[in-house]
């Protein structure tokens, strides 16, 4: 399942590690997998676990605790949006409502052309700038009101469209 090229990817982060603590690039070697594959299967956590001299079980455990990891396919793009308190008192449970209707989705669902999921995330650290969302794990979105939501969307879909 997980190519002979991510295995040689595993090999240089595990270096960088004392043999004895291999374990220790779990999460390197989990987010190789995910850029391969697109989400961590349970196979995958086995391939992972085996390669390391890991439980089974416990590479399970790092994937269920950290939400960067994906554990079934999502859309082209990921988008968290914080419902945690201060992001509640500031509309994100609305912001989060707002893009599943606009979507067509409900909450952890992905559109049917397979573009766009939504999930909802705990705090992601930026409270001062609710409500806050991260697309593809990787960048922020703050103050996002209906409209900036309808705006990034919107550009999102533009982009696939021009690519």
């Given at each position: 399942?997980i190519?002979e090229?991510s295995?040689?990817?595993?090999?240089?982060e595990?270096a960088?590690?004392p043999s004895?603590q291999?374990?220790?690039?779990?999460?390197?070697?989990l987010a190789?997998?995910?850029?391969?594959?697109g989400?961590?299967?349970?196979e995958?956590?086995?391939e992972?676990?085996?390669?390391?001299g890991m439980?089974p079980?416990?590479?399970?455990?790092v994937?269920t605790?950290?939400?960067?990891?994906?554990q079934?396919p999502?859309?082209?793009y990921?988008?968290?949006v914080?419902?945690?308190?201060p992001?509640?008192l500031r509309d994100?449970?609305?912001?989060l409502?707002?893009?599943?209707h606009?979507?067509?989705v409900s909450?952890?669902?992905?559109?049917?052309?397979?573009m766009?999921?939504v999930?909802q995330?705990e705090c992601?650290?930026?409270?001062a700038?609710?409500p806050v969302?991260?697309?593809?794990?990787?960048?922020m979105?703050s103050?996002?009101?209906?409209?900036?939501?309808d705006q990034?969307i919107?550009?999102?879909?533009?982009a696939?469209?021009?690519?």
């Amino acid at each position: 399942m997980i190519s002979e090229a991510s295995k040689t990817l595993f090999a240089k982060e595990v270096a960088k590690y004392p043999s004895e603590q291999a374990q220790s690039a779990v999460m390197a070697c989990l987010a190789i997998v995910q850029k391969e594959l697109g989400y961590v299967s349970v196979e995958s956590e086995r391939e992972v676990a085996a390669y390391l001299g890991m439980a089974p079980m416990a590479v399970h455990e790092v994937t269920t605790f950290y939400n960067m990891y994906n554990q079934q396919p999502v859309g082209k793009y990921k988008l968290n949006v914080c419902t945690n308190l201060p992001c509640q008192l500031r509309d994100g449970q609305k912001a989060l409502e707002h893009l599943c209707h606009k979507l067509g989705v409900s909450l952890g669902g992905t559109t049917a052309d397979g573009m766009f999921t939504v999930q909802q995330s705990e705090c992601l650290g930026a409270c001062a700038d609710a409500p806050v969302m991260l697309v593809n794990d990787r960048n922020m979105c703050s103050y996002m009101a209906n409209d900036k939501l309808d705006q990034l969307i919107d550009s999102l879909r533009n982009a696939k469209d021009a690519a």
